[in-house]
């Protein structure tokens, strides 16, 4: 989201420059499109995912700075709090054995980074939400000593020119507020990126939307916050509220959060750009150079900094991405749905259900969204994030009878979207050996009931009955899930509580 940004501030005139220039980019993008020079395609998907850092005691630690020092990869980045670290995995092409290679790839990274953190008394911790973090945690002093993230934080600050408020309501209610946007930290994802070409990417988004309450309720991690036990995926609420820079009366008006699912089907990438430009005013208002028209005037290819800058603050849960890759243009959908976590195995499980499923109901000659109300995928993300694996979800009823019925999550992705998902691996030509073993674990969490989410709350549970008070509690669950986590096993083969003394 923008390497060049430099704190400091903004003048009036500046804001007015930029809205100018992202009006020049969107012009330039929809040039680009209709004369077709966008990348063909190559089936290319990309991984980052956002990771805590831990003590042995289980509690946060904010040492980012120091473990990146030691790790000294390009591929491990800051993360807007100092507890937080993201690590990036090159782009590689969906076929063969792509998915055993990223989870070898990950295996190495994460082990060697969880040995440096070590070293300063942390260690890796792959969750949604780390359940030990407390509100004083979560503070601007706590933010990644990075000028883009300080510059982020004061502008959306200004422009809620007052507390951030969470109130989020579950099994038990969280109310607690922030000068800051510091709370938003508290999350971490997996994004899924997939380059599409142009003429692909409304029906991959459009999947994407449509499947992502089917992600979370198979892959929930995120059922704690500030000591509470709130919704089986916490983090969707907890990342609106921590962004949300509209005052009461902004809210009363309809006017969008910055974090949103959407509110319809689209037909192209450049309605969700065009949408950014209407409906969010520019947070970071830094410009560069480039005259996008004149560039494709001259037969180059524009950057669209101001642009992408921009589609950066906006925390769309499947965002539309311009890049551009040697000087060439492309499209991506990030799917940014997932929490980080339990395992390896499981973050690959779930990328390997998403690219699956997303290709086959891309590829349907009637697709999901056009039987499904875009409202009803909204229902069902909240529902998912509420209750997780145990969510009931609303899906079109098969055969030529029309309407939605509602039917549990585990038996949705057992009976119909499993297959699906297979025909979609089979389509990029993923090994069977592959496609096998990660959907099978997606199987094995719906035989069981078993997620992320579900291990945490009984194990907390467990703990709690064998009369630890909430924060050891909390603390205990932590530290048995970094064990399990280490050991490497798909999290629906834990042992629920902790080993005997």
């Not at 503070?139 to 109130?167: C, H, I, K, P, W």
Request: hydrophobic share 40%; with cysteine.
């Amino acid at each position: 989201m923008g390497e060049k940004v430099v704190a400091g501030a903004f003048a009036p005139s500046d804001r007015q420059t930029y809205r100018e220039k992202l009006t020049q980019c969107l012009a330039g993008l929809e040039r680009l499109l209709s004369e077709r020079r966008f990348d063909r395609p190559r089936n290319l998907m990309g991984l980052e995912i956002e990771l805590n850092l831990a003590g042995s005691d289980g509690m946060p630690r904010m040492r980012n700075a120091e473990v990146l020092q030691r790790i000294a990869s390009r591929d491990f980045q800051t993360e807007l709090g100092m507890f937080n670290l993201e690590v990036n995995i090159l782009p590689h092409r969906l076929s063969g054995r792509v998915f055993d290679q990223l989870a070898e790839e990950l295996r190495t990274g994460l082990a060697y980074a969880h040995r440096k953190a070590a070293e300063v008394d942390a260690g890796i911790v792959m969750i949604g939400i780390l359940p030990t973090l407390g509100r004083d945690d979560v503070v601007s002093a706590n933010l990644s000593d990075v000028d883009r993230y300080t510059l982020l934080n004061d502008q959306m600050a200004a422009a809620r020119g007052e507390e951030f408020v969470l109130d989020i309501e579950g099994v038990e209610r969280l109310v607690s507020t922030s000068a800051s946007i510091a709370p938003e930290s508290a999350c971490t994802s997996v994004q899924l990126h997939l380059q599409v070409t142009p003429d692909r990417f409304a029906d991959v988004w459009n999947a994407a939307q449509a499947i992502a309450s089917v992600q979370i309720a198979v892959g929930a991690n995120s059922p704690f916050l500030f000591g509470k036990e709130l919704w089986r995926e916490s983090r969707p609420p907890l990342f609106q509220q921590a962004t949300d820079v509209r005052p009461p009366e902004l809210r009363n008006q309809g006017v969008r959060p910055r974090t949103w699912f959407g509110e319809r089907w689209i037909s192209s990438a450049y309605e969700l750009f065009e949408e950014n430009l209407r409906y969010y005013p520019p947070l970071l208002p830094i410009c560069d150079e480039e005259d996008p028209l004149r560039v494709l005037d001259e037969g180059g290819v524009p950057a669209l900094s101001e642009l992408v800058l921009h589609n950066g603050t906006v925390y769309r849960w499947n965002r539309p991405v311009y890049g551009l890759a040697d000087g060439v243009p492309h499209l991506r959908v990030e799917n940014r749905v997932l929490p980080a976590g339990p395992t390896v195995d499981d973050v690959i499980a779930n990328a390997a259900f998403y690219y699956g499923l997303v290709r086959a109901l891309a590829d349907e000659s009637r697709p999901v969204w056009t039987k499904l109300p875009f409202e009803a995928a909204a229902e069902n993300f909240d529902a998912a994030c509420r209750h997780g694996i145990e969510a009931e979800l609303l899906w079109p009823r098969p055969g030529r009878s029309g309407g939605v019925a509602k039917v549990p999550a585990v038996k949705l992705v057992r009976d119909e979207l499993l297959p699906l998902a297979a025909a979609g691996l089979d389509a990029w030509n993923i090994e069977s050996s592959d496609r096998d073993r990660y959907l099978g674990v997606i199987e094995e969490r719906c035989r069981l009931r078993v997620n992320g989410a579900s291990w945490q709350v009984d194990t907390y549970h467990r703990a709690l009955d064998a009369g630890l008070e909430r924060e050891g509690a909390l603390a205990a669950t932590t530290r048995r899930y970094g064990e399990l986590m280490q050991v490497g096993e798909p999290v629906h083969t834990w042992p629920i509580g902790f080993p005997a003394p």
